[in-house]
């Protein structure tokens, strides 16, 4: 055990008790009535509200690569000529 010398005062250990504030104590005695209670901001609950939509569009998302692979697998797929030049020529512009 760690002492310390308190001048004048005589030995006592390193962070022995502490005394209470007078706003502290006011606090523990009210924080015993009450129950603890937790808000979530509107920000939070706006989040877990986009990644629940966000799982509903992954599953979306994967059930269509699912039926264009099956396409593709099977020789049916037949994209959209103009669609695919398009993207092409806005992807090729981008990159000059």
């Keep these: 055990m760690t002492e310390k010398i308190?001048?004048?005062?005589?030995?006592?250990?390193?962070?022995?008790?502490?005394k209470l504030r007078k706003a502290d104590t006011a606090k523990a005695?009210?924080?015993?009535?009450?129950?603890?209670?937790?808000?979530?901001?509107?920000?939070l609950q706006d989040?877990?509200?986009a990644k629940e939509t966000s799982s509903v569009q992954n599953s979306e998302r994967a059930q269509k690569v699912a039926a264009l692979k099956s396409q593709v697998a099977n020789g049916s797929y037949?994209?959209?000529?103009?669609?695919v030049a398009e993207?092409?020529?806005?992807?090729?512009?981008?990159?000059?």
């Excluded at 005695?29 to 920000?43: H, I, Y």
């Excluded at 037949?78 to 669609?83: S, V």
């Excluded at 993207?87 to 000059?96: A, G, V, Y």
């Design 47 to 49: 989040v877990s509200k």
């Design 6 to 18: 308190n001048f004048g005062k005589g030995l006592g250990p390193i962070g022995g008790p502490s």
């Design 78 to 83: 037949r994209p959209d000529l103009e669609k």
């Design 29 to 43: 005695e009210t924080g015993k009535a009450s129950a603890d209670r937790v808000d979530f901001s509107a920000v």
């Design 87 to 96: 993207s092409l020529l806005k992807f090729m512009s981008k990159e000059s």
